[in-house]
């Protein structure tokens, strides 16, 4: 908890560092760097045959953008980044890990809660277009790019006949993972949709079938100066 309440901080302080557009004039060069935080709704997709959707499931993240003038106007730009992503599903699929391997099961009618949550570190690569100058802060954008996803920590959990089971880390799980992005919207409040390429676990399969399960969010994004 302290090296995470230190990264946000550090991120704080290198937006404020950066960010100041005060003392420009129109016409001057400038760069939007920002800290964003994003708040979202998500669902798992590519599910095998025979698993229901999940429930009400949801991700947060929040990090930095550094802003790099592609012309003169400053109106397009390549933002790159850093930041912090934590999600949580209500799922439908057993999963366990016996003697490091990852074991995957149907649910059934004897589990009461079945949770995933997963810590991540992202790098953000955007195409971004907007109508901002060196003095106006409130403006049309639309971003759009690539999200890279390193996962540090992931945890499934379950409750099977009053019995709790947790699993962390498993190793069939793909920590490295990468999606599409995009975002739009006027001044601090965008809608945002992220849309993962890649499945969130590596050769893994379910009665024969290929697990492909990804993940697709979307929300609110918020850039702030």
Do not use: C
Request: aromatic share 20%.
């Amino acid at each position: 908890m302290k090296k995470l309440v230190s990264f946000l901080f550090l991120i704080f302080f290198v937006s404020v560092s950066f960010a100041q557009k005060d003392s420009l004039q129109i016409g001057d060069k400038y760069a939007d760097d920002q800290i964003y935080a994003s708040i979202s709704y998500a669902q798992f997709f590519k599910q095998p045959t025979t698993i229901s959707k999940s429930g009400f499931s949801f991700g947060v993240s929040t990090g930095f953008i550094k802003d790099i003038i592609l012309n003169k106007q400053g109106t397009i730009s390549i933002g790159v980044g850093v930041g912090y992503g934590y999600d949580y599903f209500n799922h439908n699929l057993k999963v366990q890990e016996i003697n490091n391997t990852t074991i995957f099961i149907e649910s059934n009618t004897n589990i009461n809660s079945n949770i995933f949550s997963s810590h991540n570190i992202e790098f953000p690569l955007e195409f971004r277009w907007r109508t901002s100058n060196a003095v106006k802060f409130d403006f049309w954008r639309i971003y759009t790019g690539v999200k890279f996803l390193y996962n540090f920590s992931n945890t499934f959990r379950f409750d099977e006949n009053g019995t709790q089971f947790s699993y962390k880390n498993v190793s069939a799980y793909n920590n490295f993972q990468y999606g599409l992005t995009f975002s739009a919207g006027y001044d601090v409040i965008n809608l945002h949709v992220f849309y993962n390429l890649t499945p969130i676990f590596k050769n893994a399969t379910i009665n024969s079938e290929p697990i492909d399960t990804s993940i697709l969010k979307f929300g609110l994004i918020f850039y702030i100066l």
